[in-house]
């Protein structure tokens, strides 16, 4: 069974750009989430959904930060503009909503806006 | 979500067992105690949870104390490759599913 997929893995962009990381939960989980990890704040929960909702986004740092989720296969998370202190590790994470459930997590995609 | 509390940092030689501990002493009566671990340059993956029962799976043993404050993970065998940091987390499994990740406990283990 494939797990969370991201894309890109890395990506490198000049300030100012727009960036949009991909995510492609596990087939049948109706939860979905991202993170960011720096090494200064460590992993921060910034938007989760459940079924394609967006539920709570009190994480996403500014009005640059957005996050869609169109349909239960798939869903984006964009910075406009971007900036330098964006770059980070950017996980999505998905899970089923049922108790005692656990979240799985993709590999990351490592921003470095310079 | 209760807060916990860990080491920064472990040492635990190879082939030994290596105890983590965790202090969750404001956990509510129906918070799980979850273990994720993140290796270096991956995404953080799951370990094992449990609500007041020891635990044990392929990959790790969960002791929770009865009063429920505190947790030890337990890796019996610690291998090179169990060099990662350690994150214990409490939450309520069924409003909202946010998992908040603290800093946890870094583990090297040495050959």
């Known amino acids: 069974d494939a797990g969370v997929i991201q894309s890109p893995r890395h990506e490198v962009t000049e300030m100012g750009q727009e960036v949009t990381l991909r995510c492609k939960p596990i087939s049948g989980h109706n939860s979905l989430f991202w993170y960011r990890q720096t090494m200064m704040r460590g992993l921060e929960l910034l938007i989760y959904f459940n079924n394609n909702v967006p539920i709570d986004d009190s994480g996403m740092p500014e009005d640059r930060f957005s996050a869609k989720m169109p349909n239960a296969s798939f869903s984006t998370l964009k910075i406009q503009p971007s900036e330098p202190r964006d770059s980070a590790v950017y996980f999505c994470?998905?899970?089923?909503?049922?108790?005692?459930?656990?979240?799985?997590f993709g590999e990351g995609s490592w921003l470095t806006v310079v | 979500d209760a807060k916990t509390t860990q080491p920064p940092s472990m040492d635990c030689a190879e082939g030994r067992a290596a105890n983590l501990p965790c202090n969750h002493s404001?956990?509510?009566?129906?918070?799980?105690v979850y273990w994720y671990r993140q290796i270096h340059s991956q995404g953080p993956q799951y370990i094992i949870h449990g609500l007041k029962n020891n635990e044990t799976n392929e990959m790790a043993s969960l002791i929770i104390t009865e009063d429920r404050k505190s947790s030890t993970l337990i890796l019996p065998h610690a291998t090179l490759r169990d060099t990662a940091v350690y994150y214990c987390i409490v939450r309520v499994s069924n409003t909202g599913n946010q998992f908040y990740f603290g800093t946890g406990t870094s583990l090297t283990v040495i050959p």
């Open positions: 994470a998905s899970s089923l909503r049922i108790s005692g459930n656990t979240i799985y």
């Open positions: 404001t956990i509510s009566g129906n918070e799980y």
